[in-house]
C-alpha cells in the first residue's frame, strides 16, 4: 500500500452505506488481502453488508477527518463475523475544522436581534441601549456557526435576520454577531440555523478545540478505554 493517513487497529470508524451513514465499527484486523471490521451498528441496530456493496470508510484523529471509498469484498464468519473491505487507493483528508458540526444536549445560549448595521460593525455598540436576550437550547456547534432550538420564536427569528449570541462552553464564553441562515424542524421542534459573523480567529480555534475534545472523549468510550 502507497503511504498515507490509515486507521489503526481497533479504530473506531464511520461507515457509510447508501442512506445508512452514520453507522459505526471498528477495524478487527489488517490481512493481506483487505481490511477486516467488525459488523457496523446504528443505535444498536446491526447493518449487514452485502459483498460489492461501495462503502464510504471513515476516521479521524486529533487533527482532521479523513475519508476513502471501499468495496465489500466478502463476509466471514469465523473465528467471528466481520466484513472484508479492499485496501484504499487514496484517502481523501477532510478539515473537520470548517465543518464539522458537532450534536450537543447540555448547551444552551442567550440571542438577541440586532440590526444588520450593528452586526457588521457599522455602528458603535457600545452607545446603543442594553440588550434583552432571550435563551435558547442548542442543537449543534461548529467553528463556522450554531443551530439552536427557537420554538415560539420562529416567526421572529427568519432568514436572514442577524443575531447578537452568548455561548457558554465549559471551556471558553463565546460573544459574536451571527446571520440566521435557515429554519429547520426535529419531530415538530423548530431550530435555526446561524453563520457566525467576525468572530476571531482564537474564538474559532477554542471552539473547534472543543469539538476535538469533546470526540476525543466519544472515541476512547466506543473503544472501551
Not at 31 to 43: H, M, S, V
Not at 205 to 214: E, L, Q
Amino acid at each position: 500500500m502507497p503511504e498515507m493517513p490509515f486507521p489503526s487497529l481497533m479504530q473506531a470508524i464511520a461507515l457509510g452505506y447508501k442512506a445508512h451513514k452514520e453507522m459505526r465499527s471498528k477495524i478487527a484486523d489488517f490481512r493481506d488481502d483487505g481490511i477486516l471490521i467488525y459488523p457496523p451498528d446504528r443505535k444498536g441496530t446491526t447493518f449487514n453488508l452485502p459483498v460489492g456493496g461501495k462503502v464510504a470508510v471513515r476516521f479521524f484523529d486529533e487533527e482532521s477527518a479523513y475519508e476513502f471509498p471501499s468495496t465489500v469484498l466478502k463476509r466471514v464468519e469465523e473465528p467471528f463475523l466481520s466484513y472484508l473491505l479492499s485496501f484504499p487507493q487514496q484517502v481523501n483528508v477532510l478539515q473537520r475544522r470548517r465543518f464539522y458540526r458537532l450534536k450537543v444536549t447540555n448547551l444552551e445560549l442567550n440571542y438577541c436581534l440586532v440590526s444588520q448595521k450593528e452586526a457588521k460593525g457599522m455602528v458603535n455598540a457600545d452607545k446603543l441601549p442594553p440588550k434583552d436576550y432571550e435563551k435558547g437550547k442548542i442543537y449543534n456547534i461548529s467553528g463556522s456557526g450554531v443551530a439552536f432550538f427557537i420554538g415560539e420564536k420562529k416567526d421572529e427569528i427568519k432568514p436572514k435576520r442577524f443575531l447578537h449570541l452568548q455561548i457558554d462552553l465549559p471551556t471558553d464564553f463565546i460573544e459574536t454577531y451571527a446571520q440566521v441562515i435557515r429554519q429547520f424542524s426535529i419531530k415538530d421542534r423548530v431550530y435555526a440555523g446561524a453563520a457566525f459573523i467576525g468572530l476571531e480567529e482564537k474564538m474559532v480555534d477554542r471552539i473547534v478545540a472543543y469539538i476535538f475534545k469533546i470526540q476525543l472523549e466519544e472515541r476512547r468510550k466506543l473503544l472501551g478505554l
